[in-house]
């Protein structure tokens, strides 16, 4: 049963990293913090992956259910 829970966790993984090419972070930062002056500056970081590393996942949890459909039998 784990290993099929298993496989379908990095199924949805892999075509989550397909569809989604990366994400941005954004975090704010203080520039200016003076009594009752306040400024922040939001700041974007994007995080970036490959496609293919979704790809090679969507293949490896496909192959962990066909693997675990075959020792059933």
């Not at 075509?15 to 994400?23: A, Q, R």
């Amino acid at each position: 049963m784990q290993s099929k829970s298993l496989g379908i966790i990095i199924i949805i993984i892999g075509v989550f990293m397909i569809t989604i090419p990366g994400l941005n972070i954004v975090a704010s930062e203080k520039v200016v913090d003076f009594e009752t002056v306040k400024i922040q500056k939001e700041k974007k970081y994007p995080d970036q992956w490959i496609p293919i590393i979704g790809v090679v996942l969507l293949v490896s949890g496909i192959m962990i259910l066909v693997h675990k459909k075959k020792a059933q039998v």
